[in-house]
């Protein structure tokens, strides 16, 4: 798409973690950012004030569940209602629910799906008239190295992170007429509240598993998706992987 200057921006869970650092990076770029939380209010309002003080042209946070549909739609709305247009959407929103098989419930499947698969297709569904209108948007599905590898405990997990992969490389070749590239991003392990869940003993045998030798921070997956968002017109369908060397294809 180009210069971000003036660029509205949606980023799903950016209160905190990799979206945070996404909203931030594509906000320094000087676009307008919506900080989108479930439960992140306070920490939403916060980056939307950094985002202000850094560059971008205008920030706002708005509440929505995106694993509901209807909240998924709400955002969309929203920022249909403030901004009029949207230029990117980043569909950043996960959980993890990690157990075996054995242990596993229906409702911790249910759950996993429905953040991590589910919430993309809702908000893409609710901007999809939009952006084909628009005749230009860029889409960029935070999917995962586990839903291409696979992973001891996350059954739902990779295959909510696979699917996502799927749905991407199909909404890419039918919005590719509407000049809307979709693409999706395969992060390894993260500095974040999702990785530090993860029980010291085996953070050290995943470090051991990165041919880099370290986890990777999360402005480093913000800047490979702001060179996708600023010089990637010809990209799309594609499965980006930013890892460490963790996961090779
Ligand atoms: P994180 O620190 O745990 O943050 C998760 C984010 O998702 C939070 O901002 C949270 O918002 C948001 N979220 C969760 N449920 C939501 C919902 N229903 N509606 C809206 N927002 C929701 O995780 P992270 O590491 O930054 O993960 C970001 C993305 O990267 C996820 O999709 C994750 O699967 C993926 N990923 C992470 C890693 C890693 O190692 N960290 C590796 C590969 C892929 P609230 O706090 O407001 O609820």
């Not at 210069?3 to 770029?29: K, P, Q, S, Y």
Request: charged share 25%; proline share 2%; glycine share 10%.
């Amino acid at each position: 798409m180009g210069n971000l200057e003036g660029a509205v921006v949606v980023v799903t869970g950016a209160g905190r973690g990799m979206g945070r650092a996404i909203a931030e990076e594509l906000g320094a770029a000087g676009a307008k950012v919506v900080v989108n939380y479930a439960r992140s209010k306070e920490p939403a309002e916060e980056v939307v004030q950094k985002l202000s003080q850094n560059g971008a042209q205008d920030a706002v946070a708005i509440g929505a569940d995106v694993s509901k549909p209807d909240e998924a739609k709400k955002l969309i709305d929203e920022t249909l209602e403030r901004f009029g247009r949207i230029d990117v959407l980043v569909n950043n929103a996960g959980i993890t629910v990690d157990k075996t098989m054995k242990k596993l419930t229906t409702d911790d499947w249910d759950k996993v799906v429905q953040v991590d698969l589910n919430s993309s297709y809702y908000t893409v569904k609710a901007a999809l008239s939009q952006f084909i209108e628009q005749e230009s948007g860029t889409i960029i599905n935070i999917s995962s190295f586990v839903g291409q590898a696979g992973n001891f405990g996350q059954t739902n997990y990779s295959a909510a992170k696979a699917g996502m992969i799927g749905f991407t490389k199909s909404a890419a070749q039918e919005l590719a007429r509407y000049n809307v590239t979709v693409n999706a991003i395969c992060p390894g392990f993260i500095e974040t509240d999702m990785f530090a869940a993860v029980p010291e003993e085996v953070k050290d045998k995943i470090r051991a598993r990165i041919p880099l030798g370290r986890i990777g921070e999360p402005h480093e997956v913000a800047r490979a998706i702001r060179f996708l968002v600023e010089d990637g017109s010809y990209i799309t369908g594609q499965t980006i992987n930013i890892n460490g060397g963790i996961y090779m294809q």
